[in-house]
């Protein structure tokens, strides 16, 4: 192989190998802003809006959200939920039969998320 050649190749694959270990800071969030929201915090706010429904321990058969797992693992498509409007016939708490979230509970619930889900 001519040396001009092996030189582009090698050219080609160093380029590649820089855009590839480049690492990718401007399109991280920067939560150093966030304020510090623990679950003792949030969980009041699930167990007032969302018992018993979807609280397995008082009778409910919807997807529970009773412990600090399944906060965390269902917080992104509870958060969808809650900030439909309350027209949506997928708005939680459904049809109204619990208190709504307010604005404040809501971005309590985003910052838990925001912040790593802090447990303590
Ligand atoms: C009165 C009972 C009741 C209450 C209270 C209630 N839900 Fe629900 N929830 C339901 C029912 C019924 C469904 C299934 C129908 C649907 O998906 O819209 C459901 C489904 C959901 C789902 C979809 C779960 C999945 O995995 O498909 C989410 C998320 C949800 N609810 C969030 C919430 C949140 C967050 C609250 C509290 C703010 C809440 N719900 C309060 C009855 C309730």
């Known amino acids: 192989m001519p040396v001009l050649t092996r030189c582009l190749i090698a ?5 590649l190998l820089t855009f590839a270990c480049t690492p990718k800071t401007a399109t991280k969030i920067d939560t150093s802003n966030v304020p510090v929201v623990t679950y003792s915090e949030i969980s009041p706010i699930i167990l007032r809006s969302c018992a018993p429904c979807h609280f397995p321990d008082q009778g409910g058969n919807k997807p529970a959200f009773n412990t600090y797992l399944l906060a965390k693992s269902n917080m992104a498509k509870m958060l969808k939920r809650v900030q439909l409007p309350q027209s949506n016939f997928r ?22 998320a925001l912040g790593g889900y802090r447990e303590g």
């Open 11 to 15: 050219l080609f694959v160093m380029s």
């Open 91 to 112: 708005f939680m708490p459904y049809k109204g039969k619990k208190e709504a979230l307010s604005q404040e509970e809501i971005e309590l619930l985003k910052n838990w």
